[in-house]
């Protein structure tokens, strides 16, 4: 029996995907769980299997969107296949999205065509909604934009003069300016713009900065004494990879000393429940871990991080961020964080800054580049090494105060390394 391959719900949120690249042809034969396709989505790009053995048909190609409920492929013998062509109903290889309703799925042609042109319209989702607000057809509003494509300015002139709207790009000057026409900067400058699609990760980025942006949120900045800190690592580090393979930094130390912190200062392990007015404290530990890819900033999660020692944390940070590199992260390795931390020291610079709280964690360290800075040490001012933090976090859920006993339960387990479990 022949399989359809819709894009179905992923959880998260995740509605779009991104047929990144084919890894068959049309047409070729495939086996079971073979490799078909990868698609790219909010968090990961995924290698999608075929459901049986057959041959397959490609339906969505290389490089377009798909949406819920969308056909990508379907495997099955060519007869089964021809039969799809002809509109005979076959069996989904997963859930797809609901039906329409009957009186939908009874509409005529004509309205199933203009409704298929008007997807097949070049303009942005924007576009797409001032055209509804304004009522106005956009399968018949003649694009002036680059490759025909139908810009604000040309749905504004539709809806002023609907019965001109196939022309208004041709429309006299005068008649523009009495129909309120102000000239897009495509128009102000043709050729010498390019519009740029954001993937679905920088769109994933876009979202989740606008969800955080609507957090009530404070920063508390201090500097913690790394010399006992960078000295450990120094120390150990040659021994933690012959020995134990393990490639040791800072940050397996910082994530340890974070989780004590946190125990000490529960309301920052949260979450904020806004419709009910609770704050949902956390007991379990999943430190999550901004990584920057080749797409744009992820984050992985080290799952249940306060049962682990030092060099398994090491280990998995290490595998993680291959991964990101390797583009073979799941879904689950980048979800349900309880906190988060984000290196910014790692890319080599950066004193002190505001990071952006990773909804819908209650607050976010930024930890920057440990550095040579005069301390004072038994009354004496020293050279020693200073690792400057900063810590954003929610205000509904938490105060100034409760942040620098955060800050300072850090300070004191990082300023004092040995205590933390190296195994």
Do not use: C
Not at 38 to 61: L, M, S, Y
């Amino acid at each position: 029996m022949v399989k359809e391959i819709r894009f179905v719900d992923v959880g998260e949120g995740i509605t779009e995907g991104h047929v990144v690249k084919w890894l068959v042809k049309d047409g070729d034969s495939v086996k079971e769980d073979q490799p078909l396709f990868q698609i790219e989505t909010d968090k990961a790009v995924v290698n999608i299997p075929a459901p049986i053995d057959g041959i397959v048909k490609v339906f969505a190609k290389e490089g377009t969107d798909v949406h819920l409920g969308d056909l990508v492929a379907a495997v099955g013998t060519a007869e089964e296949l021809n039969a799809i062509k002809a509109g005979a109903p076959v069996q989904s290889a997963a859930p797809s999205a609901p039906a329409a309703p009957l009186q939908e799925q009874r509409q005529a042609p004509e309205a199933q065509a203009q409704g298929q042109q008007a997807q097949n319209i070049l303009a942005t989702p924007a576009v797409r909604k001032l055209a509804r607000d304004l009522n106005v057809d956009i399968a018949k509003v003649k694009g002036t934009g680059p490759s025909g494509r139908v810009l604000e300015s040309d749905v504004r002139s539709a809806a002023a003069a609907p019965s001109a709207a196939s022309a208004t790009p041709g429309a006299p000057a005068q008649q523009k300016k009495a129909q309120g026409y102000s000239a897009s900067l495509e128009e102000q400058h043709s050729g010498e713009i390019e519009r740029i699609p954001l993937s679905p990760t920088r769109k994933a980025i876009a979202r989740n900065m606008e969800a955080s942006w609507t957090i009530p949120r404070a920063v508390h900045m201090d500097l913690i004494d790394a010399t006992s800190l960078y000295n450990i690592v120094e120390r150990e580090k040659a021994r933690a990879a012959s020995e134990l393979g393990a490639k040791l930094t800072y940050l397996p130390f910082i994530i340890k000393a974070t989780i004590e912190a946190l125990k000490e200062n529960p309301n920052f392990n949260a979450s904020y429940d806004s419709e009910k007015l609770e704050i949902i404290r956390k007991s379990y530990y999943n430190i999550g871990l901004a990584a920057e890819a080749s797409d744009g900033l992820k984050v992985v999660v080290v799952k249940n991080a306060d049962k682990k020692g030092i060099i398994d944390i090491a280990k998995e940070v290490q595998q993680l961020s291959q991964k990101i590199k390797d583009q073979t992260i799941t879904l689950d390795e980048m979800k349900d964080s309880t906190f988060t931390i984000t290196n910014i020291g790692s890319l080599g610079g950066g004193f002190l800054s505001v990071p952006m709280i990773n909804y819908p964690d209650v607050a976010i360290l930024g930890i920057h580049l440990v550095r040579d800075m005069p301390v004072v040490k038994n009354g004496s001012i020293v050279v020693g090494k200073v690792l400057p933090f900063s810590i954003s976090f929610d205000h509904r859920v938490v105060d100034g105060a409760e942040a620098v006993k955060f800050g300072n339960s850090l300070i004191k387990y990082l300023e004092d390394p040995d205590f933390l479990d190296m195994l």
